[in-house]
């Protein structure tokens, strides 16, 4: 068994020309470590502005603390899917890199122990946060009773009334859970009057309703899943870990496939490989109802709906962007990571978007032939591997296709019946 990665990896020093820096909401200057105000800890505020070695080091030391829990159940396994590879009778090689088998049940956890321990040793004493599916949401609230810590999950309201088991996960652990929006919020108080699109809620939302809350709360500290520059650091534990997997079968991935809601599942997985594989193809695959990197402009722009998180340069649709009520909901959001539109930018990484039945026919072939049910948001990488097997059938190409299997379904079972039965 391979052991766990000792170091994240930081891709931000490999890029060629400087990487766009977020800007303060009210002046438009670069942040500065005060301007977070204590809103989030100071060593994330340093891992976000790239502040000493964060600005220069491509391996950075994952805390024993954080290692500690990664333990649970880490590494995960690299698996190999024949029977699908024989159900389409491609010559390509599939594997998936199974990060559904952490207590949560999805890669959330890789960025929630080290956001929850850095709070912690700033004396924080709650955790504020906005989820969509949920899987965010449930590993803030491990992660937060690990630590001793209380915890706030403002989950989209879409998702709060069809995911019932996903909030009782999050109770279970401690977790105060409020439908978003909410009426206990400016924010919330504001979308809940827009429109009835408005009230099924939006990351955008969530984003604004968490934030407002911990300005207002004192000993509070807000989490963020997949915006930030370090929550795409702490995912790339999935990147380094694989790396090796696939070195111990004498394999290079020729293709590299992740699903994206904000990007720090697909930046986790392929980020460690992208300076070393330079002929390897990366593909984002998002919903073509949120169709950011596909149709969106790359500028800047703000990360929550009523903008007081600061604006970075990134793919977006616009901040006060109304996603459709999809059952991804973990894809529903106005924008995509900076460094991942970065990446897309520079067409290092290729974006592909797919139609929601398109997804759940993947997801639902997938547990027949593989016998695990993959959650909605992973089924878009499943639709693009698929999509990449035919061609290498059509083609016919041996080719290694690796992708994210970035969390399990059994908890979205409800989304499945809807779509598909």
Known sequence: MPKIPKNWFNIIPTFSDKFPKPLNPTTNKEMKIKDYREIIP???????????????KTKIKIPREVLDLY????????ARAERLEKYLNTPAKI????????PVGSH???????QVFYSKKEDAECIVTDTGAGQWGSAIAISSNFFGLKS???????????????VMMMKMFGSEVIPSPSDKTKTGKIALEISELSKTGSLGIGMSEAIETVMQTKGARLALGCMSNYAVLHQTVIGNECMTQLKKEGLNPDIMIGCVGGGSNLGGFCYPF???FTETKFIAAESDAVPVLTKGEYRYDFQDYLAFLPMIKMYTLGHKFLPPPIHSGGLRYHGKNSTLSYLVNKKIIEPRSYSQDRVFEAGKLFAKLEGIVPAPETSHAIAAVIEEAERCKRENKEKTIVFNFSGHGLLDLENYKQVLF
């Open 95 to 102: 594997y998936y890199k199974r990060e559904d088998a952490s």
């Open 42 to 56: 100071k060593e994330l505020a340093k891992q976000e502005l790239l502040i000493g070695k964060y600005g220069k």
């Open 152 to 166: 706030i999950v403002f989950m989209l309201r879409k998702s709060y009334e069809e995911k019932p088991y996903r």
């Open 274 to 276: 992208i300076p070393k």
């Open 71 to 78: 333990k649970l159940y880490r590494p995960t396994p690299l």
């Open 108 to 114: 959330k956890l890789n960025t929630s122990i080290p």
